[in-house]
């Protein structure tokens, strides 16, 4: 789970930025109060232009996701009812539907109460390691005869693409 990424910490920033200046200003020698402030400055531009050039760094694209599943028009399964908040907030009128892992079903991977799934589906692997550590829904997918025909990433969020194999008797 990505607690420690640059976006999550940035709430700690103002303090960590007093706490230098505080620092620094204990410092009596200007010329090495003048170093540092320059030292410091030069590593936090160095740094905030990383940030800002490398999306990988930035939050998860979730507004490219929804824009994504619509336009797409397939049923989309999530790992759990809670991991499904950024798609409501992007989706205020309900067009994708979405089944979760812990909603209307009797246990996490059975997806046979579900209704039926159509072709093609999507599996958004958001949380996965949280709410569904031995991929039951996985196994029922493959139970169910899907198999994975593609993967797409939007900066940390996976999105697998399923199709229901056709059975030859």
Known sequence: IP????????ICLPAFYLLLALGLM??????WQGLLTTLILTINLASLIVYYREPYFQREDWRGVVKFLIKEEKTVILPSSTSDW???YY?????INLISGSQGIAKVGDLGNMGNLREKIFYIRYLTLLFDPQEEILN???RQNYSKIKEI???????WEFQKNEDWY
Not at 26 to 31: A, D, G, P, Q, R
Not at 153 to 159: A, D, G, K, L, T
Request: glycine share 0%.
């Open 153 to 159: 990433s939007f900066n940390q969020i996976s999105i």
């Open 86 to 88: 950024p798609i409501k």
């Open 26 to 31: 204990t410092i009596k020698e200007k010329l």
């Open 3 to 10: 607690n420690y990424q640059p976006f999550r910490l940035l």
């Open 91 to 95: 989706d205020q009128a309900k067009r």
């Open 140 to 142: 029922e997918l493959k």
